[in-house]
């Protein structure tokens, strides 16, 4: 694959780069979005809401449980019990039993929660009490006791509790239904046979508020049912009793989350059973209400797929005219370019962007080659013509050396023996000076030129000062850059004891200490010298000045390194001090 991208030019690169790198992975996130994410949406809450109907059902049947216990309470009374004991009492004892029972029962009813208790076998004793339809608690002697009533279930149940769905006592002309929990009561002075029930109407509406406690997405549904799928409590307003229908194959599952898949009415089943309350808890949320949001994020990425595709289609044009096809014609134009062919101004653009200050920089590039192609065959011409030169020239310093020498001769055959010396020491100084183009000579060789210098200097210009010399034998043979201690030495005479007749003094020392030469130059020269000033100058940071010393410190760096150099100091008393450290090296016999 590298081959074939090798292979390729830049346009085909990127080409290939944006529908690899762009195109590919934003449809692939964009399906992820579109169908991944919805999915993965149905999963997570249909799971989240299996967790919250089977915490709620068992809230649900908590509350069951205490009507449960309630129930008990009320059976084991006295003033229950004693209802079945009808002997040898006369109509006002059996009036005062019922309404103290009657009493108990109201206690306990309230917010259309009522406790009822109907005992039918003895509806002879109490002729006096009113049927249920007349108020909605209180102790009843009739009632339907077919098989399939809810008092025949409740006997049947043997003291278990149930709960059924049957009409609300008291005056109830529509026969509006409520969810009841029933349960018989037992007979103690009859070996316990069941001979009553006791029932707890509005069922139904305790248990509605801990539904309605319940927060479900928009639309949901949550309904409390039987076995028998009917409704017991609901949050959707439908009719107590009422039959809830439930697709079979849901209908006939257990336990889990289920999803009905019917177009735009999809809706998702949460359900859970309760063998202690033979009820089931069932959530249902539309489809619609889990991923409506995602539907509307969905539609929003469309829109906004098309409005990027459309710029990425119109960056992309953008890009290959305004930047792949210039800079495709500035490789065209670097690889049919040679050296010494001029480029016109018509290959420029006019364009302040990179693109445009790289091609005309490659135009001014190839303008500045040729120019160094011009130049260097210039330079070429005028090289032969130095090397010329200079092997014209090398004849000419030994025949100076023989002239003076011959002077010299003369003048002394002649008797003026302070010209012969003047002669003899000049020639020292150019001898020494040319070094025969040597950099490095042994310090012997430059004292050598120092003593010519000076004895120039005292002949010529009728100095007198005194000259102190202090050298080590052995710092003679190492090396050091020519000609610069007579800068330093014509500096301390010029600026320090020139004017001073007798009395000026020169200290020349020159000392190996630690691989090291130490050369010290002193004057007592009786003018004020700013030190700081002459370190300024060594160092060049004064640079308008001082082109003397500043060569000898710039040498000395050049040929040992920076850690080598000169310092000025004031001399103790009066004067100035110069100090030269270079490194102790031994003279290379090569010959330059």
């Known amino acids: ?17 944006i529908i690899f790198l762009i195109v590919i992975p934003i449809l692939l996130a964009y399906w992820v979005v579109s169908v991944k994410v919805a999915e993965i949406t149905e999963d997570q809450m249909g799971d989240t809401l299996f967790q919250l109907v089977k915490t709620s059902h068992l809230t649900l049947d908590r509350d069951i449980t205490s009507v449960d216990g309630t129930t008990e309470k009320l059976m084991v009374t006295p003033e229950t019990q004693l209802m079945f004991d009808t002997t040898e009492l006369n109509e006002y004892d059996r ?28 509806l002879d004793d109490y002729p006096f009490a009113p049927p249920s339809d007349v108020k909605p608690n209180g102790v009843f002697f009739a009632c339907d006791t077919s098989s399939s009533s809810w008092f025949q279930d409740a006997l049947n149940a043997r003291g278990t509790g149930i709960i059924r769905i049957m009409n609300q006592l008291g005056n109830n002309p529509k026969g509006i239904k409520t969810a009841a929990y029933i349960r018989s009561m037992n ?57 809830f229908k439930l697709p079979q194959d849901i ?35 539309p489809i619609s209400s889990i991923i409506g949001e995602h539907e509307a994020v969905r539609q929003l990425v469309n829109y906004l797929m098309i409005v990027y595709f459309c710029v990425l289609l119109s960056a992309s044009i953008y890009f290959f005219r305004h930047i792949l096809s210039p800079l495709s014609r500035l ?132 100095y007198s000062f005194t000259t102190h010399w202090d050298i080590d034998d052995d710092a003679k043979l190492f090396l050091i850059p020519k000609v610069v201690l007579q800068p330093l030495v014509e500096n301390a005479i010029i600026h320090g004891i020139r004017k001073m007749d007798n009395e000026g003094q020169l200290w020349i020392s020159i000392k190996t200490k630690e691989q090291e030469v130490h050369i010290t130059i002193e004057d007592n020269g009786y003018r004020t010298v700013d030190i700081d000033k002459l370190n300024d100058i060594v160092n060049g940071i004064r640079t308008e000045e001082g082109f003397g010393i500043q060569n000898v410190n710039k040498r000395i760096k ?35």
């Open 187 to 243: 007979n103690d002075l009859d070996d316990r046979k069941p001979s009553g029930v006791i029932v707890m109407t509005g069922l139904d509406l305790l248990l509605q508020k801990d539904l309605e406690s319940l927060k479900i997405p928009k639309d949901g549904q949550i309904v409390l049912l039987n076995k028998a799928n009917g409704v017991l409590a609901n949050t959707a307003g439908l009719d107590i009793g009422s039959v």
């Open 331 to 462: 490789a065209r134009l670097s690889r049919s370019f040679e050296p010494g062919r001029p480029l016109t101004n018509e290959y420029k653009v006019n364009r302040r962007d990179e693109i445009g200050l790289l091609n005309n920089a490659f135009i001014e590039m190839t303008k500045r080659l040729n120019q160094t192609i011009h130049d260097k065959y210039d330079l070429e011409l005028k090289h032969k013509e130095a090397e010329l030169t200079i092997l014209h020239s090398q004849i000419n310093p030994h025949l100076l050396y023989n002239t003076l020498e011959s002077i010299f001769w003369r003048t002394t055959i002649e008797g003026n023996t302070e010209s012969a010396e003047m002669i003899r020491d000049l020639s020292l100084l150019m001898r020494i000076g040319l070094s025969r183009g040597k950099t490095l000579i042994p310090i012997a060789e430059e004292i050598n030129h120092i003593e010519a210098y000076l004895r120039l200097q005292l002949k010529r210009n009728n």
């Open 558 to 592: 050049l040929h040992f390194g920076e850690s080598f150099g000169l310092v000025f100091e004031q001399r103790t008393g009066k004067g100035t001090k110069v100090l030269m450290t270079i490194p102790a090296t031994v003279e290379d016999h090569s010959i330059v």
């Open 95 to 122: 009036l005062q039993k019922y309404l103290v029972l009657d009493k108990l029962l109201t206690g306990y009813s309230k917010n259309d929660i009522n406790f009822a208790v109907f005992i039918p076998k003895i």
């Open 251 to 285: 209908f006939r599952a257990s336990d889990g989350v289920f999803i009905d898949r019917k177009g735009s009415d999809s809706s998702l089943y949460a359900i859970h059973r309760s063998v202690n309350s033979d009820t089931k808890l069932l959530f249902k949320i």
């Open 1 to 17: 694959m590298f081959r074939w991208l090798s292979r390729m030019n830049l346009i085909q690169k990127l080409i290939v780069f």
